[in-house]
């Protein structure tokens, strides 16, 4: 195995919609820290970098490629909903921070890309990035097999939205509010399946794939 790196990027709304379920997102992703961690010890041979970023109208970086024993859970000081939604710009805005920073280990296969996006609304807010823009972004980079992008949604139609931006199906799915531990839960298998499938030479492109919670 020669590509052991493995960036982990988490994109959360917090919109002011998101008010409703701020307990359960900051557990939801306390939950996902810590899983992250025993998924590391797990593959030691293996490095996962995990970043996670907020959006509102704003997007704002909590912490940016850490390794996992850098780690910290959240607080509900560092989840306070409110706001717009910029979906396009948080997206475009990662996208190209990423490229930026690890484009270089990407083209001599020393590492690979996640990038989670969990929203419960539309976007209503974004100046940067157009619909088209972010779609044909994401396009040519999961054409290139190392990124992976995976959409979470709480709108009836949020499959459909992913694939308007050129997500997978098989990386895409719906929720409502009561489901936000099964999501969690859901990205701890992923994560733990995707660095299993690396740990043998192979990268995995269908992130959600074999989907617990189904739309």
């Not at 008010?19 to 810590?34: A, H, K, L, Y």
């Not at 961690?37 to 909590?62: D, G, M, R, Y």
């Not at 499959?159 to 099964?182: G, H, P, Q, R, T």
Request: net charge negative.
């Amino acid at each position: 195995m020669t590509n052991k790196r493995t960036y982990y990027h988490l994109l959360l709304d917090r919109s002011g919609s998101m008010n409703s379920c701020i307990e359960q997102t900051v557990d939801g992703v306390n939950q996902q820290i810590r899983r992250i961690k025993e998924v590391a010890e797990k593959f030691p041979e293996q490095q996962l970098i995990t970043s996670l970023t907020l959006f509102n109208h704003l997007i704002t970086p909590v912490w940016t490629r850490l390794s996992s024993c850098q780690l910290r859970e959240i607080t509900f000081s560092d989840y306070k909903p409110d706001g717009l939604t910029a979906l396009l710009d948080a997206i475009g805005t990662t996208i190209a921070d990423l490229q930026s920073s690890v484009s270089h280990e990407l083209e001599s296969d020393e590492a690979t890309i996640i990038v989670v996006i969990i929203t419960d609304g539309y976007e209503n807010a974004s100046k940067i990035y157009s619909h088209d823009q972010i779609s044909s972004i994401i396009g040519d980079l999961e054409h290139t097999g190392k990124w992976t992008f995976s959409y979470i949604g709480a709108t009836l139609d949020a499959v459909e939205i992913a694939v308007s931006l050129n997500i997978k199906v098989n990386n895409a799915m719906s929720f409502i509010a009561e489901d936000y531990f099964k999501i969690y839960h859901k990205l701890d298998k992923s994560l733990n399946s995707y660095l299993n499938e690396k740990q043998s030479g192979k990268i995995k492109n269908g992130f959600l794939e074999d989907d617990e919670v189904k739309k």
